[in-house]
């Protein structure tokens, strides 16, 4: 079966500029997060949905940074007036939902900011 | 405050021997904690997961230990291969949160053949 689709695969934009990020998760997973990771480290949490609602957003680092999972599917991550620092790997992953399963990861989509 | 180490540097070993990374935490109680794989331009795959009242996990040529009382787990890859070479993530994940994962900065094996 298909795994965790993002697309793009890249985008590049310029300061200042709005970005959407999609996310596909594996069909039938309700968990779905979001994580961003820079050069050199780990992913870090931005956001978790269970189904359609986010349950724990405590990882968005600004109020710039907002995501949606409208019908408990398909999600994105919106950034408006984007600065070079949000330049990173934006990663999903999605889980069955029990939260104690692995979660299993997009290829991310890697954004720069000119 | 919180903190996930791994191994500072890259772990180069020979094809053959046993690969053994190292994470630490400190100020966290982990329900469990898992480790993954990266390979460079994807996203982590996961390996194997060790819940807090499990002192030993195998899969294969993996093994993972999980020491509450040292607040640290050791991942070890046996006759290891160069398919093997890759960045190995630590993530925990803290009981009643959200199920999101902490992750560590990994760290760079490379298995000279």
């Given at each position: 079966?298909?795994?965790?689709?993002?697309?793009?695969?890249?985008?590049?934009t310029e300061k200042g500029k709005y970005v959407e990020l999609?996310?596909?998760?594996?069909?039938?997973?309700?968990?779905?997060?979001?994580?961003?990771?820079?050069?050199?480290q780990g992913p870090e949490f931005l956001i978790y949905f269970q189904?359609?609602?986010?349950?724990?957003?405590?990882?968005?680092?600004?109020?710039?940074f907002f995501a949606v999972r409208p019908e408990g599917s398909v999600s994105t991550l919106k950034i408006q007036r984007t600065e070079r620092g949000d330049?990173?790997?934006y990663l999903c992953a999605s889980t069955t939902g029990t939260g104690k399963n692995e979660q299993f990861f997009g290829p991310g989509t890697r954004l720069t900011v000119l | 405050s919180q903190k996930i180490e791994q191994n500072s540097e890259a772990l180069n070993i020979q094809e053959g021997k046993t690969a053994t990374l190292t994470c630490n935490y400190t100020n966290y109680s982990p329900?469990?904690?898992?480790w993954y794989r990266q390979d460079p331009g994807r996203g982590p795959v996961f390996l194997l997961l060790i819940r807090e009242n499990e002192?030993?996990?195998?899969?294969?040529?993996?093994?993972?230990?999980?020491?509450?009382t040292l607040k640290q787990s050791l991942f070890h890859i046996t006759a290891s291969q160069p398919a093997d070479s890759a960045t190995y993530l630590c993530a925990l994940s803290l009981s009643g949160s959200a199920r999101?994962?902490?992750?560590?900065?990994g760290t760079q094996l490379t298995v000279l053949p």
């Amino acid at each position: 079966g298909a795994g965790v689709s993002q697309t793009p695969s890249n985008k590049v934009t310029e300061k200042g500029k709005y970005v959407e990020l999609r996310c596909d998760p594996i069909s039938g997973h309700t968990a779905l997060y979001w994580y961003r990771q820079s050069l050199g480290q780990g992913p870090e949490f931005l956001i978790y949905f269970q189904g359609t609602g986010a349950a724990d957003d405590s990882g968005l680092p600004n109020d710039r940074f907002f995501a949606v999972r409208p019908e408990g599917s398909v999600s994105t991550l919106k950034i408006q007036r984007t600065e070079r620092g949000d330049s990173a790997v934006y990663l999903c992953a999605s889980t069955t939902g029990t939260g104690k399963n692995e979660q299993f990861f997009g290829p991310g989509t890697r954004l720069t900011v000119l | 405050s919180q903190k996930i180490e791994q191994n500072s540097e890259a772990l180069n070993i020979q094809e053959g021997k046993t690969a053994t990374l190292t994470c630490n935490y400190t100020n966290y109680s982990p329900a469990y904690l898992q480790w993954y794989r990266q390979d460079p331009g994807r996203g982590p795959v996961f390996l194997l997961l060790i819940r807090e009242n499990e002192k030993e996990k195998r899969k294969e040529r993996l093994k993972v230990t999980f020491d509450t009382t040292l607040k640290q787990s050791l991942f070890h890859i046996t006759a290891s291969q160069p398919a093997d070479s890759a960045t190995y993530l630590c993530a925990l994940s803290l009981s009643g949160s959200a199920r999101q994962l902490t992750f560590g900065s990994g760290t760079q094996l490379t298995v000279l053949p």
